[in-house]
């Protein structure tokens, strides 16, 4: 009885917070059929979200980018056509479309007609190498590749290595010799045909960010209507309004921002190439209630000169969601300071989904704080024996959410420990239940038997009036076994060595804590979503 009773007040819960928010909304009986009608056809996933918005507003603006406005009428059309076109141009059923394109409305039609076909959608990092891209592909199975025509030399090598690969051209500058196939001209030559009811339903598989080694394939179900009120209780979306979605949309994080967006029937407002000045500048001229970004993009618009942010009012805003790395605490505290108490910090995964939320007077309590767990999701912090650590005691951080992790596409798993999924990362929890993710398992090191977590390090450096950015990491040490080496980017016109920084950590951590080596660079190694690619920094082995 108590079970049932519960269950009953979540639901209820639910239904007050997608009322509040707008998602939900009252409609014509008429509209409330083809809704039905949709979920029967389409079942849910990643995409049925558009296809219930273009039954809710189909005239309404859904997506803008820099070449207009397209409604989400417009979108079901379009994708419709794509897919129609994919099936001709391969002669059969496709099981995986790989994507490599931008922010951009081909990204968009992309995703939607690999739903509509029932194919996997193998989201592709914008970062990739031609042998990246080629490894993926090859895992992945993937035989019908989308890319904008900037990749076309990353392609070269899984057109060597992928036997019968059809390509298709996203975005474009220039005209296409005839016969080139590209993702406007399938949809011109298609418009108003619909591919076959596929025999399955279709998926995405997000890849891993890959910072330290080859990224992974992973698939979730996704959660249900539970989750999104979850999110909505620390984040205040509100439903038909406009967002901007700088964030990477092949990234886990851009992704959900997008597929949250059209859940919410919010149009979506984004650029190609995220540039800070005319990030700033889409949100004042659509009136953008809504801005979703990496913290590398919160960072560098705080670096603009102030006159170039005084331009800039961002009166409409009512949040910033941000996730994907760590946020620099200045830039963090500098954003609120000039433009409100906006920030939320969201604490993910790809294989878990929404963990966490700083809301805005957490990070004014604690800039780097990872916040408190979304409504439904469960957080403990275990030692190496799976026993809870007190307050305040770091340990390994295990999640059990709404958002369940359907595994690797190469077959692996996460581990659990007693239904608890082993999150990868190391923190610590206050005694207000305010999380702090400390680094990943593997971040720690043994330097001359002392146990050191680089973030620490990071943090004591970050706060230098001359450092712009800093990353530190262990590498091999014959006597120690390991030592930290810190990677230090100055800020414009700032001046510090090596042994000034030495000395500002010496003054504020023990001397193990040191690092030996500090090395000055022009700008840390970052892929497309802005983590820094630890592999790449000079001096560490890959």
Same mark, same amino acid.
């Given at each position: 009885?108590r079970t049932?009773?519960?269950r009953?007040? #979540?639901q209820?819960?639910?239904?007050r917070m997608l009322?509040?928010s707008?998602?939900?909304?009252?409609m014509?009986p008429?509209k409330?059929?083809?809704?039905?009608?949709v979920?029967?056809?389409?079942? #849910?996933n990643?995409?049925t979200?558009?296809?219930?918005?273009?039954v809710? +507003?189909?005239?309404?603006?859904?997506f803008?980018?820099?070449?207009g406005t397209? &409604?989400?009428?417009?979108l079901?059309d379009?994708s419709a056509?794509l897919?129609?076109?994919?099936? /001709? *141009?391969?002669?059969g059923? $496709?099981?995986?479309?790989?994507?490599?394109?931008?922010n951009h409305r081909?990204?968009?039609?992309a995703l939607i007609?690999?739903?509509?076909?029932?194919?996997?959608?193998?989201l592709l990092?914008?970062?990739?190498s031609?042998?990246?891209l080629?490894d993926v592909?090859?895992?992945?199975g993937?035989r019908?590749l989308l890319y904008?025509e900037?990749?076309a030399? *990353?392609v070269a090598?899984?057109?060597?290595?992928v036997?019968?690969?059809?390509?298709?051209l996203g975005?474009?500058d220039?005209?296409?010799?005839?016969?080139t196939?590209?993702?406007e001209?399938?949809?011109?030559?298609?418009t108003? +045909?619909?591919?076959?009811?596929p025999?399955?339903r279709g998926? =995405?598989v997000l890849?891993t960010s890959g #910072?330290?080694?080859?990224?992974k394939?992973a698939?979730?179900?996704?959660?249900g209507?539970? /989750?999104?009120?979850?999110m909505?209780? %620390?984040?205040?979306?509100?439903?038909?309004e @406009?967002?901007?979605?700088?964030a990477?949309?092949?990234?886990?994080?851009?992704f959900?921002q997008l *597929?949250v967006?059209? &859940?919410m @029937?919010?149009t979506v407002?984004t650029?190609?190439?995220f540039?800070?000045?005319?990030?700033?500048?889409l949100v004042? /001229?659509?009136?953008?209630?809504?801005?979703?970004v990496?913290?590398?993009?919160l960072e560098?618009?705080?670096?603009?000169?102030?006159? #170039?942010?005084?331009?800039?009012?961002?009166?409409s805003l009512r949040?910033?969601?941000?996730?994907g790395?760590?946020?620099?605490?200045q830039?963090v $505290?500098?954003?609120?300071?000039?433009?409100?108490?906006?920030?939320h910090?969201?604490?993910?995964a790809?294989e878990a989904g929404?963990?966490?939320?700083?809301?805005p007077?957490d990070?004014?309590?604690?800039?780097d704080?990872?916040g +408190?767990a =979304?409504?439904g &999701?469960?957080?403990?912090?275990?030692? !190496?024996?799976?026993r809870?650590?007190?307050?305040d005691?770091?340990g390994r951080i295990l999640?059990r959410g709404a958002?369940?992790?359907d595994g690797?596409t190469a077959?692996a798993s996460k581990?659990?420990?007693d239904?608890?999924?082993?999150?990868?990362? =190391?923190?610590r929890l206050?005694?207000?239940g305010?999380?702090y993710?400390?680094?990943r398992?593997? !971040?720690?090191?043994?330097?001359?038997?002392?146990?050191v977590?680089?973030?620490?390090?990071e %943090?004591v450096?970050?706060a230098?009036p001359?450092v712009?950015e800093?990353?530190?990491?262990g $590498?091999d040490d014959e006597?120690?076994?390991?030592?930290?080496?810190?990677y230090?980017?100055?800020?414009?016109?700032a001046s510090?060595d090596a !042994?000034?920084?030495?000395?500002?950590? %010496?003054?504020?951590?023990?001397?193990? %804590? $040191?690092p030996?080596?500090v090395v000055?660079?022009?700008a840390?190694p970052?892929n497309a979503?802005?983590k820094?690619? *630890?592999? /790449?920094?000079?001096?560490?082995a890959s």
């Open positions: 009885m049932v009773l519960q009953l007040r #979540t209820l819960w639910v239904l009322v509040a707008r998602m939900l909304v009252l014509s008429a409330y059929l083809r809704l039905v009608r979920l029967r056809q389409q079942g #849910t990643a995409t979200s558009f296809a219930l918005a273009a809710r +507003r189909p005239d309404g603006p859904a803008v980018d820099e070449r397209l &409604t989400w009428q417009d079901q379009r056509a897919a129609a076109g994919l099936v /001709e *141009v391969t002669g059923p $496709v099981e995986t479309v790989a994507i490599l394109c931008r081909g990204f968009v039609d007609a690999s739903s509509r076909l029932g194919a996997s959608a193998l990092n914008t970062g990739f031609g042998p990246q080629a592909m090859e895992r992945e993937a019908v904008d900037e990749f030399g *990353v090598d899984a057109r060597a290595r036997e019968g690969l059809v390509e298709v975005w474009t220039a005209p296409l010799p005839d016969g196939l590209s993702i001209g399938l949809i011109a030559q298609h108003g +045909r619909v591919p076959p009811k025999a399955q998926r =995405v890849l #910072t330290t080694g080859s990224p394939g698939r979730r179900s996704g959660g209507a539970d /989750e999104l009120a979850g909505l209780e %620390k984040i205040p979306w509100r439903g038909e @406009t967002v901007v979605v700088a990477p949309m092949f990234h886990a994080w851009g959900g *597929v967006a059209a &859940t @029937t919010c407002v650029r190609r190439r540039d800070p000045e005319a990030t700033l500048a004042d /001229e659509h009136r953008a209630s809504g801005l979703s990496v913290p590398v993009m560098r618009i705080m670096d603009l000169p102030a006159a #170039t942010l005084d331009r800039y009012c961002l009166g949040f910033v969601s941000a996730s790395s760590r946020m620099r605490p830039s $505290v500098a954003f609120m300071d000039r433009f409100g108490d906006l920030v910090n969201s604490y993910n790809t929404q963990i966490s939320v700083a809301r007077a990070l004014r309590h604690a800039p704080t990872a +408190r =979304v409504r &999701t469960l957080l403990r912090v275990v030692d !190496d024996a799976g809870d650590v007190g307050t005691v770091v999640v958002s369940p992790f690797y077959g581990e659990f420990i239904g608890y999924m082993v999150s990868g990362d =190391v923190g206050d005694a207000a305010r999380l993710v400390v680094g398992d593997d !971040d720690m090191i043994v330097s001359g038997g002392e146990n977590y680089p973030i620490e390090v %943090k450096l970050g230098h001359a712009r800093v990353v530190v990491v $590498v006597a120690f076994g390991q030592r930290l080496a810190a230090v980017v100055l800020g414009e016109g510090a !042994d000034e920084l030495r000395s500002h950590v %010496k003054g504020r951590l023990a001397g193990y %804590k $040191v030996r080596d000055l660079l022009d840390l970052r979503s802005g820094i690619m *630890v592999r /790449e920094l000079p001096g560490v």
